[in-house]
């Protein structure tokens, strides 16, 4: 049987180091997408962060593009929202709040926007390198949307037994680097 869609993650996978696709890469998507099949790209990346990769990529115009950790699709012809599936602001404030008080920055997507807490430098080379502009975000809590996305940002630290936080709280954390991801359990149907 043979293929009809591809799904590929972009960084550390199609990308070489963030922002690079090899020409190895991009032979093998062209001539997936001239025989017909669909080109999903998956991406913890804001739709803003993959628009530039994209446009190298050429994939036409089927196909969609998953981002911020699965809270947002996109449909690559127009680059308008498909689908998004959100938590409250209200209901993660607890969790950012004690991100604050532990000195680590607090970032939040939804749809285009990128929004920080503090702008810092951090924020600022984010926003250089993903080509886009950070809102400042104080009163998350009263946020009128729902955030697709969060990112907890600072030196590592000990969060305790991920597992029983999640059996608590139905979050889930990832420790990665120095980022930590929080988002809200969720299936897709």
């Not at 972009?10 to 090899?22: Q, Y």
């Not at 962060?49 to 699709?73: C, D, F, P, R």
């Not at 127009?78 to 008080?101: D, N, Q, V």
């Not at 400042?136 to 037994?161: A, H, M, P, R, W």
Request: with cysteine; aromatic share 14%; charged share 25%.
């Amino acid at each position: 049987m043979a293929y009809q869609i591809i799904f590929s993650d972009m960084d550390g996978t199609l990308l070489e180091d963030d922002i690079h696709i090899s020409e190895k890469n991009q032979e093998a998507i062209a001539k997936a997408v001239a025989a017909g099949k669909e080109m999903v790209l998956c991406t913890g990346r804001g739709v803003f962060g993959t628009e530039v990769i994209l446009e190298h990529l050429g994939l036409g115009q089927k196909g969609y593009v998953i981002t911020q950790n699965g809270g947002a699709v996109y449909h690559l012809e127009t680059m308008k929202l498909a689908w998004k599936k959100g938590f409250s602001p209200k209901e993660y404030a607890k969790y950012a709040k004690l991100a604050e008080e532990m000195g680590l920055e607090v970032y939040f997507y939804d749809n285009r926007k990128f929004m920080a807490t503090h702008f810092t430098k951090e924020v600022e080379n984010y926003c250089a390198v993903m080509g886009t502009e950070a809102i400042i975000l104080t009163d998350y809590e009263n946020y009128d949307g729902v955030f697709t996305k969060s990112l907890i940002n600072g030196k590592k630290i000990t969060f305790g037994s991920p597992r029983s936080f999640n059996e608590r709280n139905g979050y889930g954390w990832i420790l990665s680097s120095p980022v930590i991801i929080i988002w809200k359990w969720f299936c897709v149907v």
